[in-house]
């Protein structure tokens, strides 16, 4: 089965930098798109950026220009580099990925999520 597994969250000053990772492991035939969301108190859970596999990014326009999303696909693996971060950045932060499984099972997959706040 499938997991995505996050780390690299925490605490952070305004300003300050955080990257993220977070690794798909199971049994997968191939990982389309992957992407991270987040979803701060009160709000709904919003794409931060994605990655599709052939290379193209897409960002929100509250973060273009400050996070970068890369993937490693040997590892399927996603990353966002987090710089310039500000408080309204404080939010939890999630992985997806959009997985073809063997057998032609497709499946959206979530993380868990991670924390990340960022302090004045």
């Known amino acids: 089965q499938v997991q995505l597994v996050e780390s690299g969250g925490g605490l952070v000053q305004a300003g300050g930098s955080l990257r993220l990772s977070c690794a798909a492991s199971?049994?997968?035939?191939?990982?389309?798109?992957m992407g991270w969301y987040r979803q701060a108190p009160g709000k709904q859970r919003e794409l931060v950026a994605a990655s599709t596999s052939g290379g193209s990014t897409n960002y929100a326009d509250s973060v273009k220009g400050r996070f970068t999303i890369s993937r490693d696909n040997a590892k399927n693996t996603v990353y966002l580099q987090m710089n310039v971060l500000k408080p309204a950045d404080t939010a939890v932060y999630y992985c997806?990925?959009?997985?073809?499984?063997?057998?032609?099972?497709?499946?959206?997959?979530w993380s868990q999520g991670t924390q990340v706040t960022v302090s004045s």
């Open positions: 997806n990925a959009a997985i073809w499984r063997p057998g032609s099972y497709f499946g959206n997959y």
């Open positions: 199971g049994t997968i035939f191939r990982i389309d798109a």
